[in-house]
């Protein structure tokens, strides 16, 4: 099984809908979880932390399932510009090694 | 403004050459880490340092060799051992080692291999 795994998309989806993202992992032991959000040809630029008790940041919320081994992260309201690549990380190692998923691209059409 | 500083942008060499990328930070993080991007691919971990003075490996080391002889600094270089060093590289730091501590990336350096 590899490490992580996250479908590359790309999810097309139309203005004001809602979108959900999975990443499951491997390593049981991991601790510290977070999504990011990358756009095209930019560094990454942290989206938000994923806690054991889920968190909502406005139109985004974030849920880690640890019996199953995965995080999810939801979009509400879709707007144009949350189109870009969503990336999970998740930290092992004591939380110190960062490893990171290879990506769901997200198209928002109007 | 506190950040993490990448240079050059871009840059260009011929094959059989050793190049070093620079990484710099004012956040006063203790953690840094450098990432190889390939298009269309997610991030692969290449080194990271907790501390000064010592380094791990990440998932794709060889060919690459780092210091951290200052807290602020972590450079990256790129050896002819490296087979296909052609890639966008993210150098990136974190507060501490803290579970809910994230990264935080410069803008990237674009590497060119001839």
């Known amino acids: 099984r590899k490490e992580v795994e996250q479908d590359p998309g790309p999810f097309n989806v139309p203005e004001g809908a809602t979108v959900a993202f999975n990443c499951t992992y491997s390593?049981?032991?991991?601790?510290?979880f977070f999504w990011y959000r990358q756009d095209c040809r930019k560094e990454p630029k942290l989206l938000m932390s994923v806690y054991s008790s889920g968190n909502e940041d406005g139109r985004f919320t974030a849920q880690l399932n640890r019996a199953s081994q995965y995080i999810s992260l939801l979009i509400r309201d879709s707007k144009l510009s949350d189109s870009a690549t969503y990336l999970c990380?998740?930290?092992?190692?004591?939380?110190?090694?960062?490893?990171f998923g290879t990506g769901t691209q997200l198209k928002v059409e109007l | 403004d506190g950040g993490i500083t990448q240079s050059p942008k871009y840059l260009f060499r011929k094959e059989g050459q050793n190049v070093t990328l620079s990484c710099e930070q004012n956040l006063n993080h203790d953690a840094m880490y450098w990432y190889r991007q390939d298009p269309g691919q997610g991030l692969r971990l290449i080194y990271y340092?907790?501390?000064?003075?010592?380094?791990q490996k990440g998932d794709i080391a060889e060919g690459y060799s780092v210091s951290r002889e200052k807290k602020e600094s972590f450079p990256l270089t790129v050896t002819s051992a490296q087979k296909n060093p052609t890639a966008f590289y993210l150098c990136a730091s974190r507060k501490d080692r803290g579970d809910n501590s994230p990264l935080h990336f410069g803008n990237g350096t674009r590497l060119t291999v001839t």
């Open positions: 990380v998740w930290g092992t190692g004591g939380g110190n090694k960062l490893t």
């Open positions: 340092s907790q501390i000064v003075n010592d380094f």
């Open positions: 390593n049981s032991a991991s601790q510290s």
